[in-house]
């Protein structure tokens, strides 16, 4: 990632400054949104959405490890929201990670928790193993085809915009728009892994019934 600054326009206040990390992970919690406006150390305004979309300029032909070239047809920056079911091992990417459309795969690079410190890993998704794709507002569902297995392994990745997930679904000549009903497309497999903790609305159903039922309780004894 890069090395440059920003302030942050907030309620007509420059708040700052703040490395391109730190933006996008503000962005990732919500604190900001796509619209609001950063200024760079030079003066130049931008808004978010445009700071995620730009990147320094990459030659057309990277290196893998094995010394061979892919030729790269798009870059984005994104994060990782979910993985559901078996198939290729992903990291658990925490914040910004690059997602980069090569020839034959999707290059997914970024770092995720290793024991007490962080790693820099990338993984390639085949292009020709993504069946399906769906946008969703600023989301991207891809549904991967599983080596001898029926079934799919689902990945939700965040595009921050829906102009860029809309571009990046282009980019995907394998993948067809999912036949699925909405509510057969958002049941949770029983192997899930969501990058995330539970919704608090559950833990509050659950502390509430403890809360009941120990009343009724006491109420009991009291009366004996």
């Known amino acids: 990632m890069d090395d440059a600054v920003y302030h942050v326009v907030l309620d007509g206040q ?3 400054p703040y490395d391109r990390r730190t933006i996008v992970g503000m962005r990732i919690k ?3 949104t796509s619209d609001h406006v950063v200024v760079t150390s030079d003066g130049v305004r931008l808004s978010v959405g445009d700071l995620l979309k730009n990147r320094d300029a990459e030659q057309a032909f990277q290196a893998d490890r094995s010394g061979t070239y892919s030729l790269v047809q798009a870059t984005y920056v994104a994060s990782l929201v ?5 198939g290729i091992d992903i990291p658990e990417f925490k914040g910004e990670i690059e997602a980069r459309v090569q020839s034959d ?19 390639k998704l085949p292009l020709a193993a993504i069946a399906y794709a769906r ?22 990745l965040e595009l921050f915009t829906p ?18 009903s909405a509510a057969a497309a958002q049941g949770t497999p029983a192997k899930s892994r969501k990058i995330g903790a539970a919704h608090p609305l559950l833990w509050g159903a659950v502390v509430g ?7 009724v309780l006491l109420w009991v004894l009291a009366r004996h």
């Open 14 to 16: 420059m708040v700052g």
């Open 30 to 32: 919500k604190t900001l």
């Open 82 to 86: 979910e993985v559901e079911g078996r």
């Open 105 to 123: 795969v999707l290059r997914i690079a970024g770092r995720f928790r290793q024991g007490l410190g962080w790693k820099e890993d990338r993984i």
């Open 135 to 156: 946008v969703r507002g600023s989301l991207v569902d891809l549904w991967l085809r599983r080596d001898g297995e029926p079934g799919f392994q689902t990945v939700c």
């Open 163 to 180: 102009e860029s997930a809309g571009e990046f679904v282009d980019w995907l000549p394998s993948a067809k728009p999912w036949p699925g």
């Open 209 to 215: 019934t403890i809360l009941v039922v120990t009343a």
